[in-house]
């Protein structure tokens, strides 16, 4: 079964500064991974996928940009976080059946 | 991307009662369909697809209209430990990402 690990759990940062959100995969066969981000009072908004190394594609313009270094590595990062930019993000992977998203834990950020 | 809509609630019901959700999608060439729970400050977990059909899995039942494009949830016999935020889910594009409604809070209380 697959298993997602996120970390940090929780990070408090200031506008202005960067940001490194990681993700790694464990127990799945597929190579699509995905990132979304729950906001206050909003839906969870995809924001990138990734079908394998080096491949992004991006859902919305944003302040943020997204990597695949390795198979089972997906990295979320800005250079300069926006108020805007608090949430909660969320790695996520296909189930064996292509259709369903298992989830990782999450990472809640809030931006000061 | 096209929209998903459910009424946030709050749906406050005492154990024991049957509480219906229902969901609403627009992009008539939807594929796959799902309910997911979350819990409070926690990741959104499956609870169930929906299938043409319906289907049901001990006190939980989903059915699914194409016809009107809705989809519904119904718990019977509540328990405390049903609270929770669930989410309505719509696949647009098979092996692609999913769209999620806002979720419907339900608070079951003593």
């Known amino acids: 079964s697959q298993t997602i690990h996120q970390w940090p759990a929780t990070l408090v940062q200031p506008v202005g500064s960067p940001l490194s959100l990681e993700c790694t995969v464990e127990?799945?066969?597929?190579?699509?991974l995905y990132w979304y981000r729950q906001a206050a009072g909003r839906g969870l908004q995809l924001l990138f996928y990734?079908?394998?190394?080096?491949?992004i594609s991006s859902e919305v313009p944003q302040n943020l940009s997204a990597s695949r270094p390795q198979d089972r590595q997906f990295i979320l990062s800005s250079k300069k976080l926006l108020l805007s930019d608090s949430g909660f993000y969320l790695c996520?992977?296909?189930?064996?059946?292509?259709?369903?998203?298992?989830f990782g834990p999450g990472t809640r950020l809030t931006v000061l | 991307r096209k929209e998903v809509e459910q009424d946030p609630g709050p749906f406050n019901v005492p154990e024991g009662a049957t509480v219906a959700f229902n969901c609403t999608y627009s992009n008539s060439a939807s594929q796959s369909f799902f309910w997911y729970r979350q819990d409070c400050r926690k990741e959104p977990k499956l609870l169930m697809s929906?299938?043409?059909s319906g289907n049901e899995d001990g006190r939980f039942t989903a059915q699914l209209n194409r016809a009107s494009q809705y989809i519904s949830l119904l718990i019977r016999d509540s328990k405390l430990s049903d609270s929770a935020t669930y989410l309505c889910v719509v696949n647009e594009d098979s092996g692609y990402a999913l769209n999620f409604g806002k979720g419907t809070s339900l608070l079951v209380t003593p």
């Open positions: 990734s079908v394998g190394i080096g491949q």
């Open positions: 929906v299938y043409s």
């Open positions: 127990g799945t066969s597929n190579p699509n």
């Open positions: 996520a992977c296909p189930l064996e059946n292509y259709n369903e998203q298992f």
